[in-house]
């Protein structure tokens, strides 16, 4: 990707895009709705292969059962949003780039953080339900949502039922998955029903009560608070790289002005450098949450299952038989590209972990409980 808009900057593109987008309007908003969306299509081209790929390996390792034609749905649909998103992140970009050449990077700033909130907010509303079905886990295993209100009442918790959904991931997919997602209202806990064909109860109960765990310790608003830091700071060293990359080479890639349509080339690739470079802080800030969250699950589920230790590791063995995980990655490769621990990790941690044992504490909770 990365390379590919390299080569797109150095044959001048940007300059192509905008001439054809000037010949159709003079105002620069208008010409925006014609080179952001060209741009996006450019991208999304450029990546097809690669997903493509994906999915043909996931289908052959069994990963998948998704036939071609949802998938090529799921993928229109995906593109359909990230034009509809990217065309108005680009439009309002290029707007207070012209009208504040110097601190542009800061009112994006400003625009981007709410977006990014109310995103998160609706994503589960409205976004999840167009690519999968959900319904309350209650309608259809009540008796597993009992054995999961007693996790939440070990955590304090009064996680009401129709919080916790079940997604229909059967359809696409043979691993095992919950997450949590959403924000204030819009909160939840969801459940793969994959998992209750791949799991045993004790390992369901451990593989929520990690979800619970970022439920309960605010994972989601800390990891909202560091994107919203690290985007400011990604957003002013492009502002000084397009600056600078603008005045000495804008000549011989035929880009006249930062906040011209003929940058947004340059843009998008400084954006991809970006954020590969910006890939294992984020990955490991992950990482250290997800740790967090397998304490957290480890420690709720005691006194619930007979065996905490061994529910976990048994837990996160199967997770990694489904979905095929390497059992040895490569330290560089998790370092840079791991959003949680090897399975081996947090499976030789979880092995080792038993805070009831004398002289040892629990994290999160109380020894008397
Ligand atoms: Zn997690």
């Not at 905008?18 to 080179?35: D, E």
């Not at 918790?157 to 359809?171: E, W």
Request: aromatic fraction near 12%.
């Amino acid at each position: 990707m990365i390379f590919a808009l390299v080569i797109l900057v150095r044959l001048r593109t940007g300059s192509a895009i905008a001439k054809i987008a000037a010949r159709i309007s003079s105002r620069a908003w208008l010409q925006g709705l014609i080179a952001a969306p060209l741009w996006l299509l450019i991208l999304s081209a450029l990546e097809l292969p690669a997903a493509v790929l994906g999915h043909r390996v996931s289908l052959r390792y069994g990963l998948s059962i998704e036939n071609w034609l949802p998938w090529w749905a799921d993928w229109l649909k995906s593109t359909c949003l990230t034009l509809i998103l990217g065309v108005l992140a680009l439009t309002v970009l290029y707007a207070l780039m012209r009208h504040s050449p110097r601190r542009w990077w800061l009112w994006f700033w400003i625009f981007t953080v709410p977006v990014v909130v109310l995103l998160t907010f609706a994503a589960p509303l409205i976004i999840d339900p167009l690519f999968n079905h959900f319904s309350p886990l209650a309608d259809t295993n009540p008796a597993l949502v009992d054995r999961l209100e007693q996790v939440a009442a070990r955590g304090g918790l009064n996680i009401p039922p129709n919080r916790i959904f079940l997604m229909d991931a059967s359809r696409k997919a043979t691993g095992a998955n919950a997450y949590v997602t959403g924000l204030g209202a819009s909160k939840r806990i969801v459940v793969w029903d994959t998992t209750l064909h791949v799991e045993s109860m004790p390992e369901i109960l451990f593989t929520y009560g990690h979800e619970q765990g970022h439920y309960v310790l605010d994972h989601i608003p800390k990891g909202l608070t560091f994107s919203a830091v690290g985007l400011l700071l990604a957003y002013w060293i492009a502002f000084r790289l397009m600056q600078r990359l603008v005045s000495s080479q804008g000549e011989s890639w035929r880009i006249d002005a930062v906040a011209g349509w003929s940058s947004t080339g340059l843009l998008l690739l400084l954006a991809s450098i970006l954020s590969f470079l910006a890939a294992p802080v984020a990955n490991t800030f992950s990482r250290a949450i997800e740790h967090d969250a397998d304490v957290y699950g480890q420690e709720v589920i005691h006194g619930l299952v007979p065996d905490p230790k061994a529910t976990t590791v048994r837990s996160f063995c199967s997770d990694a038989m489904v979905w095929l995980d390497d059992p040895h990655p490569n330290r560089f490769v998790e370092f840079w590209t791991y959003s949680h621990p090897s399975t081996e990790e947090r499976a030789q941690f979880a092995a080792h972990y038993d805070p009831w044992l004398p002289g040892q504490k629990p994290r999160f909770f109380k020894k008397a409980d």
